[in-house]
T-cell receptor
Framework: AQTVTQSQPEMSVQEAETVTLSCTYD???????LFWYKQPPSRQMILVIR??????QNATENRFSVNFQKAAKSFSLKISDSQLGDAAMYFC???????????????FGKGTKLSVKP | EAGVAQSPRYKIIEKRQSVAFWCNPI?????LYWYQQILGQGPKLLIQ????????DSQLPKDRFSAERLKGVDSTLKIQPAKLEDSAVYLC???????????????FGPGTRLTVL
């Protein structure tokens, strides 16, 4: 079974600085997708960025970028120029590309609570 | 475009009572998911529907939880009878479609926070 581990329960960053959130996963599959979701205090989960395992190029979305290391099974999120609105819980998630079993099921880590200091 | 709607937002019940949650997915989304998010943890899938058929309910405690999706649109999740450990946020999500080789974003609703006393 696939697992996702986020080893940093809490992180803090100064406004305008850069922070990196860590995520590792375990899988025997070769084709899969990885995601970072943001969950503000209002609880609405929002997709931040996603990565297809077959793509070597790291995904980027404005101030958000990932460092995908497939061999190491590592998927970290870098937030540049941090803003107060970035404060939230961040979840790393895995999804199999093999639809023989669970189709579309996201497997989440426990999350990292990010605080942004003004 | 309207997002995923859920109601109620909050619910407090006594153990052994029953409760139901409602979800209205984004219009046109064929796939609907119910997740359970216990405090301090990431969401865990309870059940997944493709149109009005169940795709995956392997983690649904079927002795007390049930879910249906009538006409492939709205869905209800029911707990009967509730236990203390059912206290959690119940998230509904929907995606356009799940198909081999195709990836579709899951859009989440605001969730229902259930407290069982």
């Amino acid at each position: 079974a696939q697992t996702v581990t986020q080893s940093q329960p809490e992180m803090s960053v100064q406004e305008a600085e850069t922070v990196t959130l860590s995520c590792t996963y375990d899988t025997s599959e070769s084709d899969y997708y990885l995601f970072w979701y943001k969950q503000p205090p209002s609880r609405q989960m929002i997709l931040v960025i996603r990565q297809e395992a077959y793509k070597q190029q790291n995904a980027t979305e404005n101030r958000f970028s990932v460092n995908f290391q497939k061999a190491a099974k590592s998927f970290s999120l870098k937030i540049s120029d941090s803003q107060l609105g970035d404060a939230a819980m961040y979840f790393c998630a895995y999804r199999s590309a093999d639809y023989g079993g669970s189709q579309g099921n996201l497997i989440f880590g426990k999350g990292t609570k990010l605080s942004v200091k003004p | 475009e309207a997002g995923v709607a859920q109601s109620p937002r909050y619910k407090i019940i006594e153990k052994r009572q029953s409760v139901a949650f409602w979800c209205n997915p984004i219009s046109g989304h064929a796939t609907l998911y119910w997740y359970q998010q216990i405090l301090g943890q990431g969401p865990k899938l309870l059940i997944q529907f493709q149109n009005n058929g169940v795709v995956d309910d392997s983690q649904l405690p079927k002795d007390r939880f049930s879910a249906e999706r009538l006409k492939g649109v709205d869905s209800t999740l029911k707990i009967q009878p509730a236990k203390l450990e059912d206290s959690a946020v119940y998230l509904c999500a929907s995606s356009l479609e799940v198909d081999r080789g195709r990836q579709d974003t899951q859009y989440f609703g605001p969730g229902t926070r259930l407290t069982v006393l």
